[in-house]
């Protein structure tokens, strides 16, 4: 009888000393990127002007821009991983990224997939983008209409099941516009700070945000589970950019007018 509780006890010291060595060999993120001289960060490449594609194929935008910042911050070089909504979690899990900074709403579900730092970085609601001749004044103008989507975006649902609309899901965004130029939806649903933008470029001269934004909502990155230095990091680092307006720079910079979440952070940290 005592063998087998000194046994079990034993059992538990060295079952409690593996799960410490491996919680301390899963939170190496930081020394890791700086061993290896380069940070690769998962950013969309679909997504003007938050993560796109200029002219010679380079990924540019807001968020590739924080991502500079967090490479300078740790002496490194910067990769940028181009993900789209409905893999960019699984990359940050299976380690083809080391940090996501790509639109990602901060919901639960996702907290419990991936490590998100407080505070957000950066928030958006939901609303449409409609060629004008259709007229849309109210959600409940989609009912029965098809109505352009992403894969892997959480206002899919709602739209569908709440406002009755027709979602058709598509991988990326370059697919979601053209569909909707070519008369395949009558709207495309997505976040409200890439429509303002999209509205400003002249073959969208005939489209509007006609609805009121609905579930303004939070931007979370993300770095892996357990990462919990990294994560600390990373906290810090956005504190920063609130603190000295960074965020509200880089909206500027990029043709977005400063939004309220940015002033509001910006007036808490300063």
């Known amino acids: 009888m005592m063998n087998r509780m000194i046994k079990g006890v034993i059992g538990a010291a060295a079952l409690g000393a593996m799960a410490f060595t491996a919680s301390l060999a899963q939170a190496d993120a930081l020394d890791d990127i700086k061993a290896a001289g380069v940070i690769k960060v998962g950013v969309k490449a679909d997504y003007k002007p938050y993560g796109y594609l200029d002219s010679s194929g380079a990924i540019i935008g807001l968020e590739p821009d924080l991502a500079q910042d967090v490479a300078d911050r740790l002496g490194v070089k910067v990769e940028f991983v181009p993900v789209v909504s409905s893999n960019r979690m699984q990359f940050l899990e299976q380690g083809k990224i080391d940090l996501m900074i790509a639109t990602m709403t901060d919901r639960p579900d996702r907290r419990e997939v991936v490590l998100i730092p407080d505070p957000n970085y950066y928030s958006s609601g939901t609303n449409v983008l409609a060629n004008k001749k259709f007229g849309l004044k109210t959600w409940e103008d989609l009912r029965g209409k098809p109505v352009c989507g992403i894969q892997g975006a959480?206002?899919?649902?709602?739209?569908?099941?709440?406002?009755?609309?027709?979602?058709?899901?598509?991988?990326?965004?370059?697919?979601?516009?053209?569909?909707?130029?070519?008369?395949?939806?009558?709207?495309?649903?997505?976040?409200?700070?890439?429509?303002?933008?999209?509205?400003?470029?002249?073959?969208?001269?005939?489209?509007?945000?006609?609805?009121?934004?609905?579930?303004?909502?939070?931007?979370?990155?993300?770095?892996?589970?357990?990462?919990?230095?990294?994560?600390?990091?990373?906290?810090?680092?956005?504190?920063?950019?609130?603190?000295?307006?960074?965020?509200?720079?880089?909206?500027?910079?990029?043709?977005?007018?400063?939004?309220?979440?940015?002033?509001?952070?910006?007036?808490?940290?300063?």
């Open 154 to 270: 959480f206002y899919n649902k709602k739209t569908g099941q709440e406002y009755g609309a027709d979602i058709i899901a598509f991988k990326g965004t370059a697919e979601a516009y053209a569909a909707l130029q070519q008369g395949n939806c009558v709207a495309f649903v997505y976040d409200d700070s890439a429509i303002v933008a999209k509205t400003n470029e002249p073959e969208f001269a005939d489209y509007e945000m006609p609805l009121p934004t609905i579930d303004d909502a939070p931007w979370g990155l993300a770095v892996q589970k357990g990462e919990t230095a990294f994560a600390d990091f990373m906290s810090k680092t956005i504190i920063d950019w609130h603190k000295t307006g960074k965020i509200l720079e880089l909206e500027t910079k990029w043709g977005v007018a400063n939004t309220p979440f940015a002033k509001a952070m910006h007036d808490k940290y300063k």
